[in-house]
């Protein structure tokens, strides 16, 4: 990984400068099982939620029966937020095998806005409608959840595109009907 802080870099107008803290870690949810629901707080040093966000990778290690089917493809569908100022939330709807989620909390020192929602979706495209902001200072990052435990289900099904289409717009498309939690947070720095 690398840190702008330590190397003089940007990214997207982002620079080390504006970085006020990182916490970063790992956390592993436990096999989701059958129709399980699992989820995790985390517990994390105070930050201004208004001016922090969260980026996260995941991995499930699952090599048994259940390997390749939609049942381990929805462990995927985890969604990560700030719960409060010093928790994070990890949660996923379900899924065999654990899930192990790397996780980083980035708090900036300024921004000019955050907007954060979520909404359900059980629709191919929709979309919704934002406060406006500048397109070449704004970056989203999204996370969502599924409760389809169709084992027919594959990769594409749970797979989704949420984008700025306009300066007040976000679009959201998948590629079928299937029933998501999208929860999102959009970044605009000054």
Not at 4 to 9: S, W
Not at 23 to 28: D, E, F, L, P, S
Not at 171 to 186: E, S
């Given at each position: 990984m690398l840190d702008?802080?330590?190397?003089?870099?940007t990214f997207g107008g982002?620079?080390?400068?504006?970085?006020?803290?990182?916490?970063?870690?790992?956390?592993?949810?436990?096999?989701?099982?059958?129709?399980?629901s699992k989820s995790m707080s985390v517990a994390l040093n105070n930050v201004d939620i208004s001016k922090s966000f969260v980026i996260f990778n995941l991995y499930n290690g699952e090599t048994g029966t259940?390997?390749?089917?939609?049942?381990?493809l929805g462990a995927k569908c985890v969604s990560v937020t700030l719960d409060s100022e010093n928790s994070l939330?990890?949660?996923?709807?379900?899924?065999?095998?654990?899930?192990?989620?790397?996780?980083?909390?980035?708090?900036l020192k300024e921004l000019k806005s955050k907007q954060s929602g979520s909404f359900?979706?059980?629709?191919?495209?929709?979309?919704?409608?934002?406060?406006?902001?500048d397109l070449a200072k704004s970056f989203l990052f999204y996370s969502y959840e599924s409760s389809d435990i169709a084992t027919t289900m594959n990769a594409d099904n749970y797979?989704?595109?949420l984008q700025l289409s306009s300066s007040s717009q976000l679009?959201?498309?998948?590629?079928?009907?299937?029933?998501?939690?999208?929860?999102?947070?959009?970044i605009e720095l000054k």
């Open positions: 702008i802080r330590d190397h003089g870099g982002l620079s080390g400068s504006n970085i006020k803290s990182i916490q970063r870690g790992t956390t592993i949810l436990p096999d989701g099982g059958s129709a399980s259940y390997a390749l089917d939609g049942r381990v939330l990890i949660k996923r709807s379900y899924g065999y095998g654990p899930v192990t989620v790397d996780w980083w909390v980035v708090e359900g979706i059980a629709t191919k495209t929709t979309t919704q409608t934002i406060s406006s902001v797979s989704i595109l679009y959201f498309k998948q590629k079928d009907n299937v029933q998501k939690t999208v929860y999102w947070h959009l």
